[in-house]
């Protein structure tokens, strides 16, 4: 093992207990209670943070509140506001090495993996985003209005921000959610109130630390970490909150709709998915550790997890071997090892969850070919798995399992390929592996998802828009299309 010292400053940050961030002030919960998060390499305490409720949000949301309706924010001139989300972007390049260890520590995830994917990753979401600021327009349109013939009109349209915004993220790519979540809306001119997964709160508050340096007026954004039942819940329902944008799982976006229907605020949701991989007959080599990554990558922990693996039978036998022979390969350790390629799971929770699937693909007559069980007896750990012998009205097939256990089937032809891969209530990725462009394409154009990869998976880039078809959300992230998702727009028309 050769496990990397802690930046100085992240010994600090989770040495004393972290406050929440609202209205540009560091305070304790109104209730004074805290909670702990705890390394899941040993489930002992990482650090303690104020653990906010809905008191705490109530507080915050009327900060964001005043920010919005009264304060500098929207007088700023959007190169101001661009200038302000840039310079976020640069202050997470300058920690990069800091903030990958709290990543690192507080996930499980790998800290190399965190420094070279989650950091700079979040930092150009930043960057990117700061340019959408100067870039919100309207349109001129032609109105003919029959009802007023020979009158003359001018109509144009804005694009204003909702407003008040209450963004709610899971603990799988915690400072990236952050930085999907945040940017958008600050490049639209709104004000947010951030509510982090309970098991990873460390890197948003850092980030908010980073917001504050930034020099962003206080109460335009405000970090309340804290319980989804209590502080989450309240966020979704508070009659304040304009919008409310999720990221978690399907289960969870279905209270959070429930919730925002009190005030009818606007909802976007990125939720689970049961991704296909498709590996055809005449791919290349490059398929196999492509199908490996596309499941372990993150320890499985991908809303886009290609976890049901379909390989044509002429290919089937050496794909699996070869992606059991890279699961067997997989050195598991603490995320701050420097040897590690495999983190634990986020918590004992989802270690629990896990291990319950593996044991129901069993019971249901699936065939582990490698894993099947946790790794070691301390900490969260999970061996990458691989099923055979399965049938889509497995739990294993059809639900999400939000670890490294993929499912592998056989496939004989295109058309049957095509309706297998959509046979999910997700819709959230697909990758596809073949040297025959127009098959790639013609079956892409077929499957019913948001983000499709050909020869590839998990590329990511803050250009490109990401969000689910079916049951894998509302609305798309990223992008210009984010943009719609967190701007309302308004025809004016003066008679002349
Ligand atoms: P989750 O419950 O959906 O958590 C996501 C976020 O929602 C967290 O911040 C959570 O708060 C909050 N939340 C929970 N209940 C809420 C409520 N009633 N109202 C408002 N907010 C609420 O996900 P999880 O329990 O951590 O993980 C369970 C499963 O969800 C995983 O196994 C996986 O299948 C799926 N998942 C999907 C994604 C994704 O990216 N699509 C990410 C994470 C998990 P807490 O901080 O209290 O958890
Ligand atoms: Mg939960």
Request: hydrophobic fraction near 40%.
């Amino acid at each position: 093992m050769s496990i990397t010292t802690a930046h100085e400053r992240v010994s600090d940050f989770v040495g004393s207990p972290r406050r929440m961030f609202v209205g540009g002030q560091w305070s304790d919960a109104a209730s004074g209670k805290t909670f702990a998060t705890p390394d899941p390499a040993t489930g002992e305490t990482l650090a303690h943070v104020a653990e906010g409720d809905a008191e705490d949000i109530d507080r915050a949301v009327r900060a964001a509140r005043a920010a919005f309706d009264d304060g500098p924010w929207s007088r700023m001139t959007a190169s101001e506001r661009g200038r302000l989300i840039w310079k976020v972007g640069d202050l997470i390049l300058e920690h990069a090495d800091e903030l990958a260890q709290l990543e690192s520590m507080d996930n499980g995830k790998p800290y190399t993996i965190a420094r070279a994917a989650d950091v700079p990753l979040a930092a150009d979401l930043f960057h990117y985003m700061a340019g959408w600021a100067t870039k919100i327009e309207g349109n001129t349109i032609n109105i003919s209005v029959p009802t007023a013939p020979g009158a003359n009109f001018h109509s144009y349209t804005l694009r204003e921000p909702v407003g008040v915004v209450g963004q709610i993220i899971p603990w799988n790519f915690p400072l990236l959610m952050a930085a999907w979540k945040l940017g958008p809306a600050l490049a639209t001119g709104n004000c947010v109130i951030l509510k982090p997964a309970e098991q990873t709160p460390l890197s948003a508050l850092r980030l908010a630390e980073l917001i504050a340096e930034a020099g962003f007026p206080e109460g335009v954004v405000n970090v309340v970490p804290g319980y989804g039942e209590t502080a989450g819940a309240r966020l979704a329902a508070h009659p304040g909150v304009d919008k409310v944008a999720f990221t978690g799982s399907t289960e969870v976006g279905r209270l959070i709709v429930q919730a925002a229907a009190g005030n009818l605020k606007k909802v976007s949701l990125e939720l689970g998915g049961k991704s296909p991989n498709i590996v055809f007959d005449d791919a290349d080599p490059s398929a196999v550790a492509g199908a490996a990554n596309a499941i372990f990558f993150n320890h499985g922990q991908c809303c886009v997890a290609g976890s049901r693996l379909f390989v044509h039978q002429s290919r089937f036998d050496e794909v699996i071997e070869g992606v059991s022979d890279i699961a067997k390969s997989i050195r598991l350790g603490p995320g701050m090892d420097s040897e590690t390629q495999m983190g634990p799971l986020v918590s004992e929770e989802q270690l629990t969850r896990v291990t319950g699937y593996l044991d129901s693909g069993r019971a249901e007559g699936a065939t582990t070919v490698v894993g099947g069980g946790r790794y070691g007896d301390r900490g969260y750990f999970v061996e990458p798995t691989v099923l055979t012998d399965t049938r889509n009205d497995m739990k294993v097939v059809r639900e999400e399992i939000f670890g490294p256990v993929v499912v592998a089937a056989p496939f004989s032809d295109l058309d049957e390929i095509a309706a297998q891969a959509n046979d999910t209530e997700y819709g959230l990725g697909a990758g596809i592996w073949t040297k025959d462009i127009s098959k790639a394409h013609a079956l892409a154009k077929k499957i019913r998802a948001g983000t499709v990869w050909i020869n590839c998976y998990n590329v990511f880039d803050a250009a490109l828009p990401f969000g689910g078809y079916k049951q894998s959300g509302w609305g798309r992230e990223m992008g210009h299309e984010v943009l719609n998702n967190y701007t309302e727009v308004k025809a004016v028309t003066a008679q002349l």
